[in-house]
């Protein structure tokens, strides 16, 4: 899942100059901790930064898989995403870009 994940990873522009197409570094947990994965990933100009097994501990990526999984926790609040009714993605979609300006709105509510 991993190698077709970061191909579909769209253009980011904002600076000058070309668009980038790929992150400069994958943050990622002992599931793809493999040789392949990392010599992949090398060879697209990506530094992994992935826990090898036996040999660091997990607790190192700690405060970036947090940020993942507040937002996942964010998300699951809403029940029709947490437990998936639709059969049709497009309308999935639509819920969780809903859900995602809700959770932005809550957001810029607290400072505003």
């Known amino acids: 899942m991993l ?13 000058a100059g070309r ?9 990622a947990d002992k599931a793809y901790a493999s040789g392949a994965h990392r010599a992949w990933l090398r060879s697209r100009g990506i530094a992994p930064r992935i826990a ?3 040999i660091e501990s997990r607790e190192r990526l700690g405060k ?7 937002m996942l926790g964010w998300l699951h609040r809403f029940r ?10 497009d309308i999935h979609q ?17 400072f505003c």
């Open 3 to 15: 190698i077709p994940l970061l191909e579909a990873v769209p253009s980011v522009s904002g600076l």
């Open 19 to 27: 668009p980038r197409k790929r992150p400069a570094k994958l943050h």
């Open 52 to 54: 090898r097994y036996s």
């Open 64 to 70: 970036w898989r947090w940020v993942v999984e507040r």
């Open 80 to 89: 029709r995403l947490r437990i998936r009714d639709e059969r049709r993605a």
């Open 94 to 110: 639509a819920f969780l870009s809903l859900a995602c300006v809700l959770i932005c709105w809550r957001y810029i509510q607290r």
